[in-house]
């Protein structure tokens, strides 16, 4: 298992290239995915201009940027794959895609539909040699692994993959670990490392949630067992990327940085030591 420690940087949105490089140095990360999202360093109005600089940038600091987190959704790659060749003159390789939205009318028909138009992004992903990524994600069409699997079953897995998410996840209930990455097996490409905890408003105690609320926390604090994750990972002998997402402590960017490198040592500290037990 050999899998790559990558940053979701979403919110070091104001980091420069030399800054960001250091980030990753300093909380012992490999590398960042790029974010390519409206408002941010690389615009997706702006992707063709902004993108090479990026990467290029970030080729100057050492880092080799090959991950990029889009908002492209399957329908609008559909209608327009002109990203595609973008990325990849930029040297991106793989690229997590939007999602598809929830709805609460034709359920069915909304599957079927998504997996004709992720059908489509597999064939424009193969004619650009680039791969899409879907990201299981609560409060959308896809909200669990055997969801995630129904979609891309039948599809290449060179092209199209899936990247589990613990915190997002366990807003709606998760899968087993092991059932999750063995029912997707080469097609498990990406983790998000970000969890979650709860607690109770006791003053909304009649409320339909009964006061019960869910925030996102550094994972050696949330309500998910990495310890069963990475078991599970290491029995797939998982060389895909984890991607770390610190959404905690927003305003605090010193306190968010200590609590991400927290985050990077406690699974390091996992997955070693799962290592020395199968020696």
């Known amino acids: 298992m050999r899998p790559v420690w990558s940053l979701f940087p979403k919110t070091y949105r104001d980091f420069s290239a030399p800054q960001l490089a250091e980030l990753v140095r300093t909380v012992g990360l490999d590398t960042t995915n790029v974010v390519v999202r409206k408002g941010y360093e690389v615009d997706e109005d702006?992707?063709?201009?902004?993108?090479?600089?990026?990467t290029k940038a970030m080729n100057v600091e050492g880092l080799k940027i090959v991950r990029a987190s889009?908002?492209?959704?399957?329908?609008?790659?559909?209608?327009d794959d002109s990203p595609l060749p973008i990325m990849v003159d930029a040297g991106i390789k793989e690229f997590r895609m939007?999602?598809?939205?929830?709805?609460?009318?034709?359920?069915?028909r909304t599957i079927q539909?998504?997996?004709?138009?992720?059908?489509?992004?597999a064939e424009a992903c193969q004619k650009y040699r680039i791969k899409a990524i879907y990201q299981v994600h609560h409060n959308t069409l896809v909200m669990s692994a055997t969801g995630a699997y129904?979609?891309?079953?039948?599809?290449?897995s060179q092209w199209i993959g899936?990247?589990?998410?613990?915190?997002?996840?366990?807003?709606?209930?998760?899968?087993?670990?092991?059932?999750?990455v063995d029912l997707l097996g080469d097609y498990l490409s990406w983790v998000a490392v970000k969890d979650t905890i709860t607690w109770r408003d006791k003053s909304k105690a009649d409320a339909p949630d009964k006061?019960?609320?869910r925030t996102f926390a550094p994972i050696n604090e949330g309500v998910t067992n990495w310890h069963r994750l990475a078991e599970a990972l290491k029995a797939a002998n998982f060389d895909g990327t984890l991607v770390f997402m610190p959404f905690y402590d927003e305003q605090d960017e010193p306190s968010r940085t200590r609590k991400l490198?927290?985050?990077?040592?406690?699974l390091k500290k996992i997955i070693t030591d799962r290592d020395q037990l199968e020696k």
Not at 70 to 79: I, M, Q, W
Not at 150 to 156: A, K, Q, S
């Open 46 to 54: 702006t992707i063709r201009t902004t993108l090479p600089t990026f």
């Open 70 to 79: 889009t908002t492209y959704p399957a329908d609008a790659l559909c209608g």
């Open 98 to 108: 939007g999602w598809f939205p929830k709805t609460e009318l034709n359920v069915e």
């Open 113 to 121: 539909q998504a997996k004709a138009d992720m059908d489509r992004v």
């Open 150 to 156: 129904n979609l891309v079953r039948g599809l290449p």
């Open 162 to 180: 899936v990247e589990l998410d613990p915190g997002n996840q366990s807003y709606q209930g998760y899968e087993a670990w092991h059932h999750s």
């Open 211 to 213: 006061g019960w609320q």
């Open 261 to 266: 490198k927290d985050e990077v040592s406690y």
